[in-house]
Antibody
Framework: QVQLVESGGGLVKPGGSLRLSCAAS????????MSWIRQAPGKGLEWVSY????????YYADSVKGRFTISRDNAKNSLYLQMNSLRAEDTAVYYC?????????WGQGTLVTVSS | SYELTQPSSVSVSPGQTARITCSGD??????ARWFQQKPGQAPVLVIY???ERPSGIPERFSGSSSGTTVTLTISGAQVEDEADYYC??????????FGGGTKLTVL
C-alpha cells in the first residue's frame, strides 16, 4: 500500500533553516510528480511546491520562492524540502503528497514551528 | 485570477443532501479536486477531475462542474461526513491553489 512518511519538523528560530524529508513506499516513486502542501494552525491548506518525476520541473508558491528548495532522490524514494530564512508565518504542518494535480495520497504531516 | 472561493460553512441534517460550491476563473479551464479533512487527520481525496470518484469513496459523494463553479454533492449526508472540505486546482501559471475550505456540519 502507498505510504508517505514525513520527518524533520521541529522548533526553529526566525531566520533559521530546516530540511524536511518524505519517505515513499508502495509505489514506483520515480514515476510520479510529488508535492508539498502546508497548513498553518487552525487555517486552510496552502500549496507550497511540486517537482516532476525526474526533478527537471519545479514550481513554488510566491510565499516561499527564493527561500525553499524542493528536491528528490529517486534512488532513495525520498522527497525533500529545504527551508531557509524561516519566518513566523511558515509555522505549519507540512504534508507531502503524491502527484501534482490529483494529490491522491498524503502523509500524516510534520509540524514546523518558527518562534524565538 | 487564481483564487478559489468556497462558503465558510454548510450545515445539513443527517440524510439530507449537502452541496458545497467552489468558484474561480481557473475552473473554466482546469479540473477541480475535492479533499475531505477530519480533525487531526491528513486530507483525503474524494473527487478528482471535477466528477471522478477514487476507489473506496462512498457513492454518496459526487462532483459536477458548470463554467467557473464546481460543486461537491453529498447525497444522504452521514454524521461521519462532518469535516472540512477543500477544493483544489492547478492554475494557469502552473501553481496549485486551494479554496479556503468549508466546514460541513451534519446534525
Amino acid at each position: 500500500q502507498v505510504q508517505l512518511v514525513e520527518s524533520g519538523g521541529g522548533l526553529v528560530k526566525p531566520g533559521g533553516s530546516l530540511r524536511l524529508s518524505c519517505a515513499a513506499s508502495g509505489f514506483t516513486f520515480s514515476d510520479y510528480y510529488m508535492s508539498w502542501i502546508r497548513q498553518a494552525p487552525g487555517k486552510g491548506l496552502e500549496w507550497v511546491s511540486y517537482i516532476s518525476s525526474s526533478g527537471s520541473t519545479i514550481y513554488y508558491a510566491d510565499s516561499v520562492k527564493g527561500r525553499f528548495t524542493i528536491s528528490r532522490d529517486n534512488a532513495k524514494n525520498s522527497l525533500y524540502l529545504q527551508m531557509n530564512s524561516l519566518r513566523a508565518e511558515d509555522t505549519a504542518v507540512y504534508y507531502c503528497a503524491r502527484a501534482k494535480a490529483n494529490l491522491d495520497y498524503w502523509g500524516q504531516g510534520t509540524l514546523v514551528t518558527v518562534s524565538s | 485570477s487564481y483564487e478559489l472561493t468556497q462558503p465558510s460553512s454548510v450545515s445539513v441534517s443527517p440524510g439530507q443532501t449537502a452541496r458545497i460550491t467552489c468558484s474561480g476563473d481557473v475552473l473554466a479551464k482546469k479540473y477541480a479536486r475535492w479533499f475531505q479533512q477530519k480533525p487531526g487527520q491528513a486530507p483525503v481525496l474524494v473527487i478528482y477531475k471535477d466528477s471522478e470518484r477514487p476507489s473506496g469513496i462512498p457513492e454518496r459523494f459526487s462532483g459536477s462542474s458548470s463554467g467557473t463553479t464546481v460543486t461537491l454533492t453529498i447525497s444522504g449526508a452521514q454524521v461521519e461526513d462532518e469535516a472540512d472540505y477543500y477544493c483544489y486546482s492547478a492554475a494557469d501559471n502552473n501553481r496549485g491553489v486551494f479554496g479556503g475550505g468549508t466546514k460541513l456540519t451534519v446534525l
